[in-house]
Nanobody
Framework: RVQLVESGGGSVQAGGSLRLSCAAS????????MAWFRQAPGKEREGVAE???????NYADSVQGRFTISKANAGNTLYLQMNKLQPEDTAEYYC???????????????WGQGTQVTVSS
């Protein structure tokens, strides 16, 4: 079975950077999709970035050009490099995965516990 554990959240000032990590276990070599989601209080869960086993990436318009998703160790480690952070990026960030090709932030079966990112102005 797949288990995901996020880390790297914290508090930063606007314009700063943060790097999130997700340690994965039980994920097959391929195909798979891994993604970052976020949810702020009172708002819907939002897909941020996703990457499949072939390395194809997809980003939400709100983070395009500022965030970069990457993976290492055949999907055992997932990263989200966040630059030029803004207060609007404040949310709980979740790692997600599934044994499938990425389909534009479609439903995922496996989720981590989340890590908080807070951006102050």
């Amino acid at each position: 079975r797949v288990q995901l554990v996020e880390s790297g959240g914290g508090s930063v000032q606007a314009g700063g950077s943060l790097r999130l990590s997700c340690a994965a276990s039980g994920l097959p070599f391929s195909p798979y999709c891994m993604a970052w989601f976020r949810q702020a209080p009172g708002k819907e869960r939002e897909g941020v970035a996703e990457i499949d086993s072939d390395g194809a990436m997809n980003y939400a318009d709100s983070v395009q050009g500022r965030f970069t998703i990457s993976k290492a160790n055949a999907g055992n480690t997932l990263y989200l490099q966040m630059n030029k952070l803004q207060p609007e990026d404040t949310a709980e960030y979740y790692c997600a995965a599934d044994h499938k090709d990425c389909e534009g932030f479609a439903e995922f079966h496996y989720w981590g516990q989340g890590t908080q990112v807070t951006v102050s102005s």
